[in-house]
């Protein structure tokens, strides 16, 4: 989404009743995310906004970006976010071959999550349930505890790295990729080193 | 791209704090997909010491090339190289770009005995005309002020002529600016 380099626009400030919606639906998307959130936006931090091209909105809390959003669509955490809170974040895992293609803005397709190097959800895991939001977690080597299902937000690992590579919203469910095993499954991915990652707010 | 981690850590022990290389902004384990991996490398070397033994040591490298297919790898080393020479040249294209950018000071009659000083090119050079235009006003005492040519492209336009002293002060403020680059015109209105 943001291959290019981005042009640096004036930032604005939040009302606070913004800043208080922008919590609640970010811990409605995020419900991991409790624990941390007021060190993320503390209450009383002023939080601005940046407009970004293709109807973007940057969120960004004295200077340091913290999420970004497409149009009313879910709230995508920014990278250094993930870096700082990975365990917050649904998360696939990718093999070594594919990072290079993620790293320069490629679709992620299914081959670099089903082969060895790559992880999805646990076997037989189960959707979201209602009121287990906060039951979900990384189980053994990497694996989520429940499936993720179409248009959730997702971060990507890479295999043998511990950091985060890439942010994006799913356009297959993990059941369909597991079944599937080919195909796009993350379009349009904010990841490391593109215009967003390198803007300086 | 100064800052090698991240400029805010609320010191609570939920927040991991990242290291970030300081040559291509990217988390140390990813530079060899950066482009500017030897720099990265030396950088990494005499900053973080104890990361550059666990990224860089041989065992760590023999460990990721096993997991790759050969021919993999060479695609792999093959896209490197690539990606790396673009890098390269990106960086002498702006090397280039900066050498040959001139700055020009131009003196503007406006009225017999008046005149306007109009300074041309400052932005090839990473500078914010709109700070620069201010520090100008301050600097004279004078009206300074960014304006829109007609050619494209924008000018700082400072009221009164203060050309010589002008020099003096993008050389002394702006070192990225050599002396050479600097151009005067003298624009007399025509009769």
């Known amino acids: ?201 | 791209m100064a800052d090698t981690e991240q400029p805010e850590a609320p010191v609570e022990l939920q927040s991991r704090n990242v290291v970030y290389c300081g040559v291509c902004t990217l988390p140390p384990e990813y530079c060899e997909y950066g482009g500017t991996v030897k720099k990265c490398q030396e950088w990494l070397e005499k900053n973080q010491p104890a990361m550059y033994e666990r990224i860089w040591s041989p065992e760590a490298l023999e460990a990721a090339a096993s997991s790759l297919s050969i021919d993999a790898q060479k695609r792999a080393a093959k896209d490197a190289q690539k990606k790396a020479a673009k890098a390269e040249a990106a960086e002498q294209k702006q090397a280039t770009k900066l050498a040959t950018s001139v700055v020009t000071i131009k003196r503007i009659e406006r009225n017999k005995k008046k005149f306007v000083t109009a300074v041309i090119g400052l932005e090839a050079f990473g500078l914010d005309l709109k700070k620069v235009a201010k520090d100008f006003g301050k600097k004279f005492a004078t009206g300074s002020s960014v304006t829109k040519l007609p050619s494209g492209g924008e000018e700082i336009v400072v009221q009164g002529d203060v050309s010589d002293e002008l020099e003096e002060f993008i050389l002394e403020k702006y070192k990225d600016v050599p002396e050479d680059n600097i151009e005067f015109v003298d624009d007399k209105k025509k009769k």
């Open chain 1, 1 to 201: 989404m943001f291959k290019k380099d981005l042009p640096v626009a004036p930032k604005q400030k939040l009302k606070s009743s913004v800043q208080r919606s922008l919590r609640n639906s970010l811990l409605a998307t995020y419900p991991l995310l409790t624990p941390y959130i007021d060190e993320i936006m503390p209450k009383k931090g002023s939080l601005e906004s940046m407009k970004l091209p293709d109807r973007n909105t940057l969120y960004v809390l004295d200077s340091v970006p913290l999420f970004y959003q497409q149009d009313g669509s879910d709230l995508l955490p920014h990278l250094k976010l993930v870096h700082r809170f990975p365990q917050a974040f649904p998360s696939i895992r990718i093999d070594r071959g594919a990072i290079r293609f993620v790293l320069s803005g490629a679709t992620l397709m299914a081959p670099g999550l089903t082969s060895k190097g790559g992880r999805l959800p646990v076997e037989g895991a189960k959707p979201l349930e209602e009121g287990k939001e906060m039951e979900q977690g990384i189980v053994e080597d990497g694996r989520w505890s429940r499936e993720l299902a179409k248009g959730e937000p997702v971060v990507i690992m890479a295999e043998g790295k511990e950091e985060a590579c890439a942010v994006g919203i799913l356009v297959a469910g993990t059941d369909e990729v597991k079944a599937k095993g080919k195909g796009p499954v993350v379009e349009d991915a904010h990841f490391l080193g593109d215009g967003l990652w390198c803007l300086h707010a």
